[in-house]
Each structure stands twice: as C-alpha cells, then as structure tokens.
C-alpha cells in the first residue's frame, strides 16, 4: 500500500473461506500476516478499496449520499470503545443486512 498497490480483501470460493466471510478473512489478516495493517486499513480493504477494485467505488464501498446502501449491522454482545477492534476480536453476530438500503435479513 504504501508504494501506491490497492490491497483489497475478498472472497470468491468455500474452498478458502467455507462461510465466504469477509471479516473472517480480515481477522485472518490480522492474526497471520507479520506485519500487521491497520483495523481501519483492513475495514478499507473489504469495503471502499475492494469497490475500487470492482470499478465501482463511485455507487458502493462507503457510506456516502448518492451512493447504495450495503450496510451488515453486527452486535458484539457488549458495549464497545473502538468497533473495528470489536469487530475483529468478538465473538459477533450479524443482526441485519441491508442491500440498496432495503433489508434483506
């Protein structure tokens, strides 16, 4: 990243990741790789950065206006001070996922 390369994190296959789970990609990132990005970089990574990638970082990948909102809410089952921290240490659960800003669990 810092010569200029977009990382991104993703998942198109059961066969490297059997619940195609971006987090669990993230948090296995975050406890393999030496040196270590990040939790914002690797938020980034699976969200604006891999939209990017995709060509499409100008409708999805961020919470911004004219853009659709994807969002996956999650709880961590107890209160939080940093939530990407959260996020990829807690047991967590996703309770709502949002395509297009229309739920669809």
């Excluded at 940093?82 to 739920?103: E, K």
Aim: net charge negative; proline share 4%.
């Amino acid at each position: 990243r810092n010569a200029g390369v977009r990382v991104v994190l993703g998942t198109d296959s059961a066969a490297s990741n059997a619940d195609l789970s971006l987090l669990d990609e993230a948090r296995h990132i975050r406890a393999h790789v030496a040196v270590r990005p990040a939790d914002d970089d690797l938020l980034r990574m699976v969200t604006l950065d891999a939209a990017a990638a995709l060509g499409l970082h100008e409708i999805i990948g961020s919470l911004d206006a004219g853009k659709f909102a994807d969002i996956a809410a999650f709880s961590c089952g107890q209160p939080v001070e940093n939530p990407v921290d959260a996020l990829l240490t807690l047991p967590y659960r996703c309770v709502g996922t949002w395509v297009a800003g229309n739920r669809v669990i």
